[in-house]
């Protein structure tokens, strides 16, 4: 009697453990399922509908490519996001393809300021190592550029105070090239600043994943037809003092359309942080000043 009873036992255990494995694997089959229906109702790739996300602090050879049902992408940012990895080359081939329903590339009028700076000491610039998109140069075209510096509810009065004027006199420093302006409601900002750090970034070559002091990125959107970018920034909590006041200046430099990097140290876009952070240079200006000459989408109503 007393085998009977456990041989019932087993049996019934090894019913039950059978059950939930099969129970296991058909959710395994299922979140599958979903996956690959949700793939299939992904919407058609066309310029009216076309966000990109493209880091400055990454890897310049690369673009995120976010795909929705809007043509405009901040007013719809809840829409099911379809998310595409496309190496420069590919977006080329893809934007000579659609070419046909962007703005024709054309350069505007440079703004007072740039026009009325001159180097007297012909520093040279870096407008070499600046990489156009396939929209033309990330310049601004409608003045002031307004910049929303995020509050911060979560830390010390003191410290919070301390950090927001740090970035305030980075763009008071930029305010002398291009005409800015500081507001205080992020939707109607054309670049955020957040004291966020960004996302790891990983490295191929030694297989690990690194910290980054800043990242900056910029979206595509259209509204009433016409072409538009915003820019947002992110600042690690770690930067403090010179070294916040030297990633902010290179981060703000990237979103006001120095798309690239100088090689030389004494410029605030070098590619590295260095010791001693430098000023804006006039090779920083000096280059500034030719991107602004250059052809562009951006601003420019839509066939």
């Not at 024709?104 to 700076?117: G, I, M, N, Q, V």
């Not at 601004?140 to 509810?153: A, D």
């Not at 990097?261 to 410029?267: M, R, Y």
Request: proline share 6%; aromatic share 10%; with cysteine.
């Amino acid at each position: 009697m007393k085998k009977s009873r456990c041989d019932l036992f087993s049996s019934l255990f090894l019913k039950s453990l059978f059950f939930k494995s099969l129970l296991l694997v058909l959710n395994l089959i299922l979140i599958v399922g979903l996956f690959a229906l949700i793939n299939l109702r992904s919407p058609a790739f066309s310029e009216t509908n076309l966000g990109v996300t493209y880091s400055g602090e990454t890897n310049l050879a690369s673009l995120d490519i976010e795909i929705q049902n809007s043509s405009n992408f901040f007013a719809e940012a809840n829409k099911d996001l379809v998310t595409k990895r496309l190496t420069d080359k590919e977006l080329d081939h893809q934007y000579i393809t659609r070419k046909q329903s962007l703005p024709a590339l054309k350069a505007h009028l440079l703004p007072s300021t740039l026009r009325e700076w001159q180097d007297t000491n012909n520093s040279g610039d870096y407008f070499s190592e600046i990489k156009p998109t396939p929209v033309g140069y990330l310049v601004w075209s409608q003045f002031p550029v307004k910049i929303y510096i995020t509050t911060l509810n979560k830390l010390p009065q003191k410290q919070a105070q301390t950090w927001v004027e740090t970035v305030s006199q980075v763009v008071n420093e930029w305010q002398n090239y291009l005409p800015l302006q500081i507001v205080y409601k992020a939707d109607i900002a054309d670049i955020i600043i957040e004291r966020k750090a960004p996302p790891l970034q990983f490295d191929r070559k030694r297989k690990i994943s690194r910290a980054r002091s800043a990242q900056t990125t910029y979206e595509f959107y259209t509204k009433n037809n016409t072409l538009y970018h915003r820019f947002t920034i992110l600042l690690s909590p770690s930067q403090t003092g010179k070294y916040l006041l030297a990633a902010t200046r290179h981060e703000i430099g990237h979103a006001l359309g120095i798309w690239g990097h100088s090689p030389v140290k004494s410029d605030a876009l070098y590619f590295s942080q260095v010791r001693n952070p430098p000023p804006i240079s006039p090779r920083d200006v000096n280059t500034l000043k030719r991107i602004y000459k250059q052809p562009t989408s951006l601003g420019w109503s839509l066939p």
